[in-house]
């Protein structure tokens, strides 16, 4: 059966693009304008991957709050945020509220339909029993690269797709450098210096949230970022 993909968005134009993309992918899509009528929809049925804009006519801050309901309501429904705003403080807020991604609009279709193949692809295989096969493990680091999980010290470190996939590409060669490049490479976007360095904050606070004394994580001025542990 074919996945359901709700899209609020308030611009006409950039929603039914969005629409054309994914129905061209073979979703079915159902979009809305504004918080309320999407909350109306939601309250009848949750759609399998929700794609929200901050901005929603006057209602400014609308699409935290639908990520967060709807957050509430349903721990596993993959979120991403799409959108202009492109500030530290909006990715990180919305990251909080439990948004699986932080993409802004300049992001290509074929990348957004990367992304949204790859939360499914994630959902389907939380569903599944874990195979040792798909798990890497560097000491207390345990990452299942299937279900796109990291377990640190056995415990969940809640890392969105591109973190998760920045970890992945530093765990993989403990020691090894990882570029900017390479990076980007790995988590399958294009990311500047600024918000490469933003994800590994988040991701370092994610671990020490867990592990005060961690530290696997080192940066390398002027070349990038390794994985210490083996």
């Not at 693009?17 to 073979?26: L, M």
């Not at 919305?94 to 948004?99: H, N, V």
């Not at 020490?208 to 970022?225: H, K, L, N, Q, R």
Request: one cysteine or more; aromatic letters at 8%.
């Amino acid at each position: 059966m074919a996945k359901r993909i709700a899209i609020v968005e308030d611009e006409i134009a950039i929603r039914d693009n969005y629409v054309a993309a994914f129905q061209r992918e073979g979703y079915v899509v159902d979009a809305y304008a504004d918080r309320d009528s999407a909350m109306q929809a939601f309250d009848a049925r949750l759609p399998d991957l929700v794609v929200i804009d901050i901005n929603l006519r006057d209602d400014v801050e609308g699409g935290f709050e639908l990520c967060r309901v709807l957050r509430s309501r349903a721990a596993e429904l993959p979120i991403i945020f799409l959108t202009a705003r492109d500030s530290e403080f909006d990715a990180v807020s919305g990251l909080r509220l439990g948004a699986d991604d932080y993409l802004t609009k300049d992001i290509s279709l074929p990348h957004l339909m990367a992304r949204v193949a790859a939360l499914f692809r994630r959902l389907d295989a939380l569903q599944r029993p874990p195979a040792r096969e798909n798990r890497m493990l560097r000491g207390d680091l345990e990452i299942d690269t299937d279900r796109m999980t990291v377990l640190w010290q056995e415990q969940s470190v809640g890392l969105t797709l591109t973190e998760f996939w920045l970890v992945h590409a530093m765990a993989r060669y403990p020691g090894h450098v990882k570029n900017r490049q390479q990076l980007m490479d790995a988590a399958q976007a294009v990311l500047d210096d600024n918000t490469i360095t933003s994800h590994i904050k988040r991701i370092r606070r994610k671990f020490i949230s867990i592990d005060p004394a961690f530290d696997s994580i080192e940066t390398v001025y002027g070349m990038g970022y390794r994985w210490l542990s083996g």
